[in-house]
Each structure stands twice: as structure tokens, then as C-alpha cells.
């Protein structure tokens, strides 16, 4: 089975941008499909974006569009979350998880996770 492994979290300014990484072992990244979530303290885990095993198709949920993008490196068995804009409603833990099956936006959807990462923005 493919493990995962998110890193790039920190602590940064509204405005600022952070790139989150997530680095695959085990299994080739490329025959799965790949989503990054959130989850706030007390909140649920929320779908942030997702991006298909050829990276011919990506989605993202409406808070992160034009701020937020997914992209992968196949070659480097990794998947990147590149987040310009901050706010501090973005303040989370940030998954990245994998899935052999069709992309989907619950948590639910996918098989494999990592531990996370944490970002903070400050205002």
C-alpha cells in the first residue's frame, strides 16, 4: 500500500502563501487519484482539493479557488498544494490522502492518509 507523508506547514501571515508537499512510498503516486483536506480544531475534515492520476482533471472546494492549486509531479511521487492569498480561515491541519478509486470530495472516498500538517495564519 502507498504511505504518505505531508510536510511545507508552518506559520504565516494573511496574504502570505505556503506550499504543501505530500510524499508517496510504497506505491507509485501515479496510479492514484490524490486529495488534500482540512480540519480546524472542533470542526470536521473538509475537502480542499483533488487532482486525477494523470492531472488532467482537478477540483477544488469554492473558499480556496484562485487562491489555492493542486498540482503533481509523477516522476517525483509527489503531489503539491501550492496556497497563495492566506486567510486566517484557513487555519488547519492539512491531509493529503489517496485513492485507486474515482476521485471524490468526502474524506470518505479515499483509502490511504497521511498525518498531516499544520498551518497557521495569523492576521
Known amino acids: 500500500q502507498v504511505q504518505l507523508v505531508e510536510s511545507g506547514g508552518g506559520l504565516a501571515q494573511a496574504g502570505g502563501s505556503l506550499r504543501l508537499s505530500c510524499a508517496a512510498s510504497g506505491r507509485t503516486l501515479s496510479n492514484y487519484n490524490v486529495g488534500w483536506f482540512r480540519q480546524a480544531p472542533g470542526k470536521e475534515r473538509k475537502f480542499v482539493a483533488a487532482i486525477g492520476w494523470s492531472a488532467d482533471t482537478t477540483y477544488s472546494t469554492d473558499s480556496v479557488k484562485g487562491r489555492f492549486t493542486i498540482s503533481r509531479d509523477n516522476a517525483k511521487n509527489t503531489v503539491f498544494l501550492q496556497m497563495n492569498s492566506l486567510e486566517p480561515e484557513d487555519t488547519a491541519l492539512y491531509y493529503c490522502?489517496?485513492?485507486?478509486?474515482?476521485?471524490?470530495?468526502?474524506?470518505?472516498?479515499?483509502?490511504?492518509w497521511g498525518q498531516g500538517t499544520q498551518v497557521t495564519v495569523s492576521s
Open positions: 490522502a489517496a485513492t485507486r478509486r474515482g476521485l471524490s470530495f468526502s474524506s470518505s472516498g479515499f483509502e490511504y
